[in-house]
């Protein structure tokens, strides 16, 4: 089976450690695009992959120059479908009903139910995240694969037979925020489902949600705007609900309806 690791390198020691190094992908093909020079955009380097280089039947693993795997990634992808695409994390959208029993002041008439739905993400696939010397497990493991809205962009894993029957492509607008995402949503767009897939692996840094991650977010609810999404950036949603639910109808209900968030 063949298997192809696509990363854009700044930091050559980090890269070294977690790709290069890797016992675990001695066996596979491995394109490096050099950004210490030009930092031209990720999703420039990897649709220049897909362009020139992208092999007719592969499983391509575009990952970060700071993703491990701590396991063969092969025998990850070796049973999946290749009709979709996949990642180690990805997060879903969930409406749940709440039960409340709402009693009159004087409490001598029956009380009545009333329900409210309240939406939640939920991070599906477990993985190892953040700094040394204290990482911790973000995520629910997860048993099979699972459908979800997106997958983070850390690591992405395609066939190529699917990259050319449906043409996709990276979004180069989405320079270095978010492009994973895009590229989720455009093939959804398109009948193709995503889903997460457990495996183990530890990506080393956090990200960096700075003023230009949430210009490319406005820029992405845009794009998709009857498309209801989540992503795994942030992870107090609880917050920050509003920032990232992008379908109209969902901000209508909950400035109507959920006075909780």
């Known amino acids: 089976m063949s298997v192809f690791i696509i990363s854009v390198v700044t930091k050559q020691d980090i890269y070294r450690q977690a790709v290069e190094d890797n016992p675990h992908l001695t066996e596979y093909n491995k394109t490096v695009f050099d950004n210490t020079r030009e930092n031209l955009p990720i999703p420039a380097r990897y649709?220049?992959?897909?362009?020139?280089?992208?092999?007719k039947d592969a499983w391509l693993i575009f990952c970060h120059q700071d993703f491990e795997f701590q396991q063969d990634p092969g025998e990850i992808v070796k049973n999946?479908?290749?009709?979709?695409?996949?990642?180690?994390?990805?997060?879903?959208?969930?409406?749940s009903k709440q039960w409340h029993l709402i009693f009159r002041e004087d409490r001598k008439l029956r009380p009545s139910i009333r329900t409210r739905k309240n939406m939640h993400s939920i991070c599906l696939g477990q993985i190892l995240h953040g700094p040394r010397p204290t990482p911790n497990f973000v995520g629910k493991r997860i048993s099979k694969p699972a459908p979800?809205?997106?997958v983070d962009c850390c690591c992405l894993?395609?066939?190529?037979?699917?990259?050319?029957?449906?043409?996709?492509?990276?979004?180069?607008?989405?320079?270095?925020?978010?492009?994973?995402?895009?590229?989720?949503?455009?093939?959804?767009?398109?009948?193709?489902?995503?889903?997460?897939?457990?495996?183990?692996c530890y990506h080393y840094s956090r990200g960096n949600i700075n003023k230009l991650f949430w210009v490319?977010?406005?820029?992405?609810?845009?794009?998709?705007?009857?498309?209801?999404?989540?992503?795994?950036?942030?992870?107090?949603?609880?917050q920050l609900i509003k920032a990232h639910i992008h379908h109209p109808l969902v901000r209508q209900f909950i400035d109507e309806y959920d006075t909780s968030i």
Request: proline fraction near 3%; aromatic fraction near 12%.
């Open 216 to 238: 490319k977010y406005e820029e992405l609810a845009h794009k998709y705007p009857a498309s209801l999404f989540f992503t795994t950036c942030v992870s107090n949603l609880k």
């Open 148 to 150: 979800v809205d997106t």
């Open 157 to 200: 894993m395609v066939h190529s037979s699917l990259i050319q029957s449906a043409n996709l492509r990276f979004d180069e607008r989405f320079d270095f925020h978010l492009y994973v995402e895009d590229f989720c949503l455009a093939a959804k767009e398109k009948g193709i489902i995503t889903k997460a897939v457990q495996c183990k």
């Open 80 to 95: 999946l479908d290749k009709n979709c695409i996949y990642g180690p994390i990805g997060v879903t959208s969930k409406i």
């Open 47 to 55: 649709n220049d992959f897909i362009e020139h280089n992208m092999p």
